[in-house]
T-cell receptor
Framework: GAVVSQHPSRVICKSGTSVKIECRSL??????MFWYRQFPKQSLMLMAT?????????EQGVEKDKFLINHASLTLSTLTVTSAHPEDSSFYIC????????????FGPGTRLTVT | AQSVAQPEDQVNVAEGNPLTVKCTYS??????LFWYVQYPNRGLQFLLK??????LVKGSYGFEAEFNKSQTSFHLKKPSALVSDSALYFC????????????FGKGTHLIIQP
């Protein structure tokens, strides 16, 4: 149980275009989803927290107009990178948390974004 | 603000030997501590957590970790390493039992040599 999927696993886009990444909880309802960014050989950095039906809360330094997060249902959150630039190239990982009594976050396999 | 330190970029252990991956933390409040493992180009897999109670926590794949409040440490251990344990290990801390976004250490590459 507790499986989180991400789509696509890899995406290459041209500079200036937008790309959408999906995060789905497959076998549980995710009241909260998190988006992290991982640079090569570095740790994961929290970008934003989203609760179903609410606006996402962004970490300091993360541009909310550039990284649009939507959590429209209890099983789906999307991250849209708008007007992508090469410096947005990174590994994006989502995680999901279930009920209020669940301590664990379940992580998706990640999406490798390359902006050319 | 909370922080996590993993002082070793890489740990090398011979197969069959015990292994330790170090983690120290800094929080203003009660810490909730986690260990995750990441294989190449894959997401994180949960290993174990400390929420409350017994300081020795047992997790997946034979791993365990000991919470030491006085030393603010949460080192990951395994009595006998396997080559398949080779991966990138992350220690993480939460202030709200995992309900908030996790703060991760920079990760430690564990290499088990046959």
């Amino acid at each position: 149980g507790a499986v989180v999927s991400q789509h696509p696993s890899r995406v290459i886009c041209k500079s200036g275009t937008s790309v959408k990444i999906e995060c789905r909880s497959l076998d549980f309802q995710a009241t909260t989803m998190f988006w992290y960014r991982q640079f090569p050989k570095q740790s994961l950095m929290l970008m934003a927290t989203s609760n179903e039906g609410s606006k996402a809360t962004y970490e300091q330094g993360v541009e909310k107009d550039k990284f649009l997060i939507n959590h429209a249902s209890l099983t789906l959150s999307t991250l849209t990178v708008t007007s992508a630039h090469p410096e947005d190239s990174s590994f994006y990982i989502c995680s999901a948390r279930g009920s209020s009594y669940s301590y664990e976050q379940y992580f998706g396999p990640g999406t490798r974004l390359t902006v050319t | 603000a909370q922080s996590v330190a993993q002082p070793e970029d890489q740990v090398n252990v011979a197969e069959g030997n015990p292994l330790t991956v170090k983690c120290t933390y800094s929080v203003s409040g009660n810490p909730y501590l986690f260990w995750y493992v990441q294989y190449p180009n894959r997401g994180l897999q949960f290993l174990l957590k400390y929420i409350t109670g017994d300081n020795l926590v047992k997790g997946s794949y034979g791993f365990e970790a000991e919470f030491n409040k006085s030393q603010t440490s949460f080192h990951l251990k395994k009595p006998s390493a396997l080559v398949s344990d080779s991966a990138l290990y992350f220690c993480a801390v939460s202030l709200f039992r995992g309900a908030d976004g996790l703060t991760f250490g920079k990760g430690t590459h564990l290499i088990i040599q046959p």
